[in-house]
């Protein structure tokens, strides 16, 4: 009965470990979605004064700019996490009707299990899309 009871134990130990882990690695992507959202505002934002003015179709703002802004919001923006590392803009784009899409990754490393992939030297991936545009 004793063996029983510590396998039946060890099994739900490690239910409630990988649970865990799982649910701390969505809570950084839930992050990182914010941050994603918060630079695309941001870059949505980013009107460039000679294009407003001039006549011709196209967005007031282009993807330099709007990538610079993203990338300023980002230097500012309270990232609050001891996890979630190599965070970077993977792409920026503009549509035509001034929508900004950004692209952010990052790797992450889980809790419960962060001691394993950090010495090892693996990790998660996480890609976020955000999107915004201004009117």
């Known amino acids: 009965m004793t063996i029983l009871t510590t396998g039946v134990l060890v099994v739900i130990l490690m239910v409630i470990g990988v649970g865990t882990a799982i649910t701390g690695v969505h809570l950084e992507r839930t992050e990182l979605q914010h941050a994603a959202d918060s630079a695309a505002l941001a870059a949505s ?3 460039d004064p000679v294009r407003i003015y001039a006549s011709g179709d196209g967005a007031a703002i282009h993807a330099e700019s709007a990538r610079r802004a993203a990338q300023d ?3 500012e923006y309270p990232l609050d996490t001891s996890r979630t590392e ?3 803009i993977a792409d920026v784009s503009v549509d035509v009707d001034g929508t900004v899409r950004v692209v952010l990754a990052a790797r992450t490393h889980p809790p419960l299990a962060g001691w394993f992939t950090r010495g090892t030297g693996t990790s998660i ?3 976020v899309h955000g999107e915004a545009r201004a009117r």
Do not use: E, K, N
Request: no cysteine.
């Open 125 to 127: 991936p996480l890609t």
């Open 86 to 88: 190599d965070l970077r």
């Open 45 to 47: 934002q980013a009107v």
């Open 73 to 75: 919001h980002l230097r």
